[in-house]
């Protein structure tokens, strides 16, 4: 399991350091516009379905009503526990993104490995752009990010399409990349156009107390702080890898 | 740029390659599907500003 070892290793390096970039950009651009939705979302009605049936969500809207100022300091009342607002808040979405950024980074330099590997940070970036364009670009298409208070579709629909089209996305592009052969790339460009054929699935109402210029303000920020993330995350996998393998390549045999 | 044609774990026999690599990737994808899209209401709140960031489908 030596190969699985250096490739954690890796994973966990550049995982960190774009989850870390991650989180600081996310502080000053997505977080923001998160808590500002949530004073819409508290002033104009709780849309929060999470499942449960509409009335729950009605009456829910009306006990907040009244004591809103108690119910200001827990960002998700009556559904269980939540980071308080502020450091804990915080704290946690720093750990969200540490965590899902060493995920992304496994799965980076795993898939990579199979295409003999990122061999700098040039290579990296290119990479990275790859990750944005299945893990951002193409699910955004059809499911933009959605502030709270935003309506949608049923959860379990919209993470299994988000999932196939991170899939069909994802092979699409290696079937462009590597196989190199006409029939290849256009099977390549269905794979991308399919899952936006099928379409995303849609809320039934699209009414929202959101306003527009904040959804789209929040659209811009989350397109781009992944961006950055994907790009870092790639160059820094290339940065390590070569360092890795670069002082390795004696030492290769014991390390793998 | 000679680097790039060192691989990691070169002398792996190629199936356990394979295998090692997939594995990892399982790994990857899991630990994304358990922090990004869990339904476990503990787990939701707590990645919830990182969910909505990353255009993660959510509530």
Known sequence: ?256 | MNTASVSLGASVSSQSRFMQLVLTAFLGLFVVGVVGFSHIEVVHNAAHDYRHSMAFPCH
């Open chain 1, 1 to 256: 399991m030596n190969l699985f070892r250096n490739v954690v290793f890796i994973a966990a390096i550049a995982g960190l350091v774009a989850g870390v970039v991650l989180a600081c950009m996310q502080a000053f651009a997505t977080d923001p516009l998160i808590y500002q939705a949530e004073v819409f979302e508290k002033a104009g009605g709780h849309q929060h379905d999470h499942a449960a049936a509409p009335a729950a969500s009605t009456t829910n809207a009306m006990s907040s009503a009244a004591p809103a100022p108690a119910e200001a300091a827990a960002p998700m009342e009556d559904e269980g526990w939540a980071p308080a607002d502020g450091f804990e808040r915080f704290a946690f979405s720093v750990l969200a993104n540490i965590v899902t950024g060493i995920g992304f980074a496994l799965i980076l330099v795993a898939v990579s490995e199979f295409a003999g590997g990122i061999g700098g940070w040039r290579q990296g970036v290119f990479w990275g752009l790859a990750g944005f364009a299945v893990f951002t670009l193409a699910p955004g298409l059809g499911l933009p990010p959605e502030l709270p208070a935003m309506p949608a579709a049923d959860l379990m629909q919209r993470q299994t399409w988000w999932w196939a089209t991170v899939a069909a996305t994802a092979a699409g592009l290696g079937l462009i990349a590597f196989r190199k052969s006409l029939p290849m790339t256009i099977l390549g460009v269905l794979l991308i156009v399919a899952p936006h054929i099928v379409g995303a699935p849609q809320p039934e109402s699209f009414e929202t107390p959101i306003p527009e210029g904040l959804h789209h303000q929040f659209v811009v920020a989350v397109t781009l702080t992944n961006l950055v993330f994907w790009l870092v995350l790639g160059a820094v996998v290339g940065v390590v890898r070569s360092r890795f393998t670069g002082t390795a390549t004696s030492l290769r045999d014991s390390f793998a």
